[in-house]
């Protein structure tokens, strides 16, 4: 397949496929028949243009080129949204490639795609839509913009997800999935329009415009920014960019 990634989709890629054996596996040099993933949920955290929903959806198409009968559930608060956003950007992901886009059959009055030699889908739902939330079952589950989400709908929805779970959202405010950050089976990502590398250079200048704080005067580390090696808080907070 002929798609060209960021950086934020190689943490990512690498963050899905860490398996807790793997050292093992290296010292033994054995085959991997079955590995036991270290993560069942991916959260990436990021502002504008950091493509963190676009590398999900890279990677969420790489999935069911590979497995067969792949169920994959892409989630927003509100279907309408869903489909004017994360749907849209999904299309201009196959159509990167003819080879896959040939393959792919669409739906558009059920928000579906197919991937033909696999069988696998991907269906982009709301969770404004009860009956889907409660009645619908996957293998994996991508909640976009997951801070609109009650944490009630979001336990319905990961109770009916056999495998995998990915959120993204911008970490401009905190909420109930700062708790599983001390969840050993979740790990979070941060990113921003530094590790996009085909964000364009207008948009860059634009972005920065919005920096809240004097630049260096904070940092990035383990998904928490940090002021004077504190999470930043209310009694904690940088020097303001003015």
């Not at 490639?97 to 669409?106: C, G, S």
């Not at 009055?109 to 709301?126: D, N």
């Not at 336990?155 to 050993?184: G, H």
């Amino acid at each position: 397949m002929n798609i060209d990634v960021s950086e934020t989709f190689e943490r990512t890629y690498n963050a899905y496929h860490e398996i807790i054996n793997q050292e093992d596996i290296d010292a033994n040099k054995l085959e991997v028949i079955d590995p036991i993933y270290r993560y069942r949920q991916i959260v990436s955290m990021g502002g504008s243009r950091s493509s963190k929903s676009y590398s999900i959806l890279q990677l969420l198409l790489l999935e069911m080129i590979k497995r067969k009968n792949l169920k994959v559930t892409v989630w927003r608060n509100l279907k309408n949204v869903c489909r004017t956003s994360v749907l849209e950007d999904f299309e201009n992901i196959i159509m990167f490639d003819y080879k896959i886009f040939k393959d792919i059959k669409i739906n558009k009055q059920a928000g579906s795609f197919t991937y033909l030699p696999t069988r696998s889908k991907i269906v982009f739902e709301g969770a404004d839509n009860v009956g889907k939330v409660l009645g619908g079952t996957q293998d994996i589950s991508f909640f976009n913009e997951v801070s609109e989400f009650s944490k009630r709908i979001y336990l319905e929805i990961t109770q009916r997800t056999a495998d995998r779970i990915f959120c993204d959202y911008n970490p401009s405010k905190n909420f109930w999935l700062e708790s599983y950050k001390f969840d050993e089976e979740t790990i979070f990502i941060h990113s921003n329009f530094d590790n996009n590398a085909f964000c364009p250079p207008n948009i860059i200048k634009q972005l920065k415009s919005y920096e809240p704080w004097i630049p260096g005067s904070y940092e990035f580390r383990e998904g928490e920014v940090l002021h004077i090696n504190m999470p930043i808080s209310i009694h904690n907070q940088p020097p303001p960019n003015l």
